[in-house]
């Protein structure tokens, strides 16, 4: 029995388009050290970017965007046509220690990932919440968008039976 694997150009695309956001989207302004601010020297050639997982149904588009240990008002989210932008900072938390760190794995700065969207949506209904350090958007479609049953009728303009 073979697998047969559809090959999708889009999805290739859409990989490609998140490749390149991640490359980018972690820049930040450096200081004069050539990092960027408030972060230490160790930790300054990381780019960081939010894993993001984008769902689609009929009625809505829903993002999940991992954020953790970011507070509510250091999330920024913008609708612009069908570009959503999701920006913030996770600051290096400089506080004193005895022991130095031995290892640090977590990415510090700031992001920014921006989606087209590909379909218009109702922006006064957009909604987002922040449980658990995963944000999560709701972009409800557009009723234009939206599929509808088309009645087929006869040649004399009744609808068939």
């Known amino acids: 029995m073979s697998n047969i694997v559809r090959f999708d150009p889009f999805r290739e695309l859409d990989?490609?388009?998140?490749e390149?956001?991640?490359?980018?989207?972690?820049?930040?302004?450096p200081?004069?050290?050539?990092?960027?601010?408030?972060?230490?020297?160790?930790?300054?050639?990381?780019?960081?970017?939010?894993?993001?997982?984008?769902?689609e149904n009929q009625n809505e588009i829903v993002l999940h965007a991992e954020l953790p240990g970011l507070k509510q008002?250091?999330?920024d989210i913008e609708l612009t046509g069908d570009t959503?932008?999701?920006r913030g900072e996770r600051k290096f938390e400089s506080e004193e220690r005895k022991d130095s760190f031995v290892r640090v794995e977590r990415s510090y700065g700031r992001f920014q990932r921006s989606f087209t969207?590909?379909?218009?949506v109702?922006?006064?209904?957009?909604?987002?919440?922040?449980?658990?350090?995963?944000?999560?958007?709701?972009?409800?479609?557009?009723e234009a968008t939206r599929p509808r049953k088309v009645p087929v009728t006869s040649g004399n303009g009744k609808?068939?039976?």
Do not use: C, M
């Open 159 to 161: 609808a068939a039976p």
């Open 122 to 142: 109702e922006a006064e209904r957009v909604s987002a919440t922040y449980p658990d350090g995963i944000l999560e958007i709701h972009l409800p479609k557009s």
């Open 20 to 29: 390149v956001n991640r490359l980018f989207d972690g820049y930040t302004a």
């Open 117 to 120: 969207l590909g379909v218009p």
């Open 84 to 86: 959503l932008t999701i």
């Open 31 to 55: 200081t004069q050290e050539g990092r960027p601010s408030g972060v230490p020297a160790a930790f300054a050639g990381r780019l960081w970017s939010p894993a993001v997982d984008i769902a």
């Open 15 to 18: 990989r490609l388009q998140n």
């Open 73 to 75: 008002d250091e999330i």
